[in-house]
């Protein structure tokens, strides 16, 4: 099973931004500091947190662990698998020996033209007027398009009610945000 970790950024201090900058390899913290405060504070903890994991996994320094990024984006290393997401003032990891997916939104209004563009029949016919129920697919979809590594543009394909073969969509709500997790049984 994957494990999750978690930040809450109003808790974070711009003393340990700094400190986890520090930790980064060169090619990750130059990505970093091109980035606009708000999304350099969210992917550096999303890096703390990753790196964080793939310490307790390899027994490794965090200066030795080399994040990586594909040609589309997706985070790597060889110490093992992870996946990053943010909302709001959240930022999760999840973290496993196998391929996984992760996605936190914070519960608020639904975009109805998102469900119409990107929801099974099957899905829409479970919203309803709940927000909870909206988000609950949408970061549903999400995890398990980067589980796959497909990404954003795997979301019209990808239905969270008939999982493939061998996958475990977990999905938990606490306190106003929704965290799916996609993993291999």
Known sequence: MAGLYELDLTQVSEAEIQQWI????????SRVLSLGKKRMRESVAGDHLARTALVKMSGKAAQEI???RTETGKPYADE?????????ETVVCAVSETPVGVDVER?????????QRYFTEAERGRLETDET???RIWTGKEALCKL???GLAGLKHCDTLT???GVVLTTTIRDDYVIAVAELD
């Open 66 to 68: 080399l994040i990586r």
């Open 163 to 165: 999982l493939p073969e």
């Open 107 to 115: 519960i608020r209004k639904s975009p109805a033209r998102v469900a």
């Open 148 to 150: 796959t590594g497909e």
């Open 133 to 135: 129920e909206f988000w």
């Open 80 to 88: 093992g698998c992870f996946s990053i997401s943010h909302s709001g």
């Open 22 to 29: 520090a930790e980064m390899d060169d090619a990750s913290r």
